[in-house]
């Protein structure tokens, strides 16, 4: 039975990352809608309510909307739903970012113009619609260069080319992960990057906490590992701050979480690009809460449903995820997760990948195995405490 008085939420997206925003719907009262095209999903046994639909289907969901007139419509930690999320909300009425906004932050060579446009620090770039674009984009950029869709995320499809050899099958694999086929070349930036968690309280901007971040490198730079709060020095991260607000004003954030991705070069800080959601990785489902003492996860509901809500300002404990990078094979057995998980500091030990799970190496984030995160008195220590625990786990691979 229903509650006619309880507000309720569309969330689209059912895996583990959208666990927490479904956990955080329940924790405040809101009744959730939960849709995947996973009928297994993780998260629809703990939804109110679960239909499975993709999170793309535009059409399927603002039916679902209006059967259900839900009181908002949300995600996290994924870019592509966004236009979705923004698309249901104004044909309904509900809070959310604009249509206009939802495709700035959710198509690269849209979102690369917004920063040109607003004296944005970006990368040089070109649109790339096919190889003999890649070779005049190569001439004009220099090598070496990142080729990447303009529509997907999670490291999917992004590639380093650093000689004219390499080109013909960097564009081909960026292209094999664009949905629309289109790919974008951009300057290769060379610096230390980070990535900050905003949110915009519907009067400013709040800068809630920046990740120092650890990726794979050249040739496809997945994520490994993050850890906050950043230990950089205060001013850089004041010139950071700064370049990622006027970004979220660029591309129109005007509400609600912003989740950008820096690079620090010689040159100051350097957009790379911004999302009009929170962070995945654990960034923000965990390691926010411990870093910062802030519930971002909560705010993104309650903002949702037109809630009322406060940035509150952060003060928690150093702390650090690392991920397992997956090896070559099939995944038949897993060992130590009990020791690991009781090691001093260890908060989680999660694996996400079933045993039978066939890899091809760590090529994007979807290909890590799973996780730890831990806290410490400082970020190295919560770091060292996240190695330690990874060394007690041992897989099996055939």
Partial sequence: MTNDNQPSVIILGASFLQVPLIEAARRLGVRSIVVDMDPDAVG?????????????????????????????????????????VAAVAAELGLPAITPEAALACTDKFVMAKAFEAAGVPH??????????????????????????????SGSRGVVIVEDPSELQDAYEYAQLYSRGGQVI????LVGTEISLEMFHDRERMHVVVVTDKYTSGAPHFVELGHSQPSELPEDILDAARAVAIAASEAVGIHRGPGHAELMLTRRGPVMIEIGARLGGDCVTSHL?????????????IKNAVDMPFEVPTPEGTPCAVRFM????????????????????????VDLVKPLGHVGAGTLSSADRLGHVIAYGATQEEARTRCTEALNHIAMEVA
């Fill in 325 to 348: 990078e997956a090896p070559e094979g099939k995944l038949s057995a897993v060992h130590g997760i009990p020791d690991a998980q009781a090691m001093p500091g260890v908060v989680l």
């Fill in 44 to 84: 629809r046994d703990i939804a109110d309510e679960f239909h499975c639909i993709s999170t793309l289907d535009t059409d399927a969901i603002m039916d679902l909307a209006r059967r259900v007139k839900p009181s908002g419509i949300t995600t996290t930690a994924t870019d592509a739903p966004m236009k979705v």
């Fill in 288 to 300: 926010a809460p411990l870093s910062t003492g802030v519930d971002l996860v909560g705010l993104v």
């Fill in 185 to 188: 070349a951009e300057e290769f």
């Fill in 123 to 152: 990368p040089e770039y070109r649109l790339v619609n096919s190889f003999a674009d890649a070779e005049a984009a190569a001439a004009s950029i220099g090598f070496p260069l990142i080729l990447k869709p303009t529509d997907s």
